[in-house]
């Protein structure tokens, strides 16, 4: 029995956050503050929710942090999407050798 309230539980914490912006926010926003923020929340979810796995991957820090260098030196130069995951692999992979 006591799944149910959890799954119910679930369902109304997980509706009130896709709600309460709908329903608190009805006009445009003109804070440039509240703008900015909501602008930069889907990258900060997603780097919060990849980096800890980036880390933990290889199961050595090391070569991930090697991996994870290579990548964001790459993408800051703006490099397709399948190169710096490549590069990123094989510096990992590489680093792994010598360890």
Same mark, same amino acid.
Do not use: C, D, H
């Given at each position: 029995?006591?799944?149910? *309230? $959890? *799954?119910? +539980?679930?369902?109304? !914490? /997980? $509706?009130?956050?896709?709600? &309460?912006?709908?329903?608190? *926010?009805?006009?445009?926003?003109? #804070?440039?503050?509240?703008? #900015? %923020?909501? $602008?930069?929340?889907?990258?900060? !979810?997603?780097?919060?929710?990849?980096?800890? #796995?980036?880390?933990? #991957?290889?199961?050595? /820090? +090391?070569?991930?942090?090697?991996? /994870? !260098? +290579?990548? %964001? %030196? %790459?993408? $800051?130069?703006?490099?397709? &999407?399948? +190169?710096? @995951?490549?590069?990123?692999?094989?510096? @990992?992979? !590489?680093?792994?050798?010598?360890?």
């Amino acid at each position: 029995m006591s799944i149910w *309230i $959890y *799954i119910l +539980v679930m369902a109304v !914490v /997980t $509706y009130l956050i896709r709600m &309460l912006p709908f329903t608190l *926010i009805r006009g445009q926003v003109k #804070s440039r503050f509240l703008k #900015s %923020l909501l $602008y930069y929340i889907p990258y900060a !979810v997603l780097a919060a929710m990849t980096f800890p #796995s980036i880390m933990y #991957s290889t199961g050595n /820090t +090391v070569t991930a942090a090697a991996g /994870t !260098v +290579v990548a %964001l %030196l %790459l993408a $800051y130069f703006r490099m397709p &999407l399948i +190169v710096v @995951a490549l590069a990123a692999a094989a510096a @990992a992979f !590489v680093t792994g050798l010598f360890l």
